[in-house]
């Protein structure tokens, strides 16, 4: 029998943390981001959100780095932006929500890019969507 679907298990959604000021996507043109270590899912989602946005992957400077050296590598200013994929539980999603000097992207056009994400990319596994600070506390609370 084929595989007809695949289905999500839980909710993971992307973080973008940064530094300095970023009022779009697009002002991370020409900025140092780690998308995520390859083969994590992250990197190919951030180039549908990327793309919902139209920016490409070769307008960052892209790193690939694992999540703890990326966030090292954001502390010590050798990135100016990092894409995180994980639940808001995750301890490096919460220190870095508290981490003066660091900011959580807050996404203004959240239905749009979800839909967009979410229609180029039915059949992965597992879909995530941005969500704002507030939403993210409103989680932990639960």
């Not at 990327?50 to 690939?64: D, I």
């Not at 990319?121 to 989680?139: F, L, V």
Request: hydrophobic letters at 40%.
């Amino acid at each position: 029998m084929p595989l007809v679907s695949l289905g999500s298990l839980f909710y993971e959604p992307i973080w973008i943390y940064y530094r300095g000021k970023m009022g779009n996507i697009a002002d991370l043109r020409g900025k140092r981001v780690n998308t995520g270590a390859r083969g994590s899912g992250s990197p190919g989602l951030f180039a549908k959100l990327l793309g919902a946005n139209h920016l490409e992957r070769e307008e960052l400077k892209r790193s690939n780095l694992e999540e703890t050296p990326a966030v090292i590598a954001l502390l010590g200013n050798e990135l100016d932006a990092l894409v995180l994929v994980s639940a808001p539980e995750s301890p490096m999603v919460q220190m870095l929500l508290q981490t003066p000097g660091i900011r959580l992207y807050e996404f203004t056009q959240a239905k749009r890019m979800r839909g967009a994400i979410r229609s180029s990319a039915r059949s992965r596994c597992r879909a995530a969507w941005p969500i704002s600070r507030a939403t993210c506390r409103r989680a932990m609370c639960r």
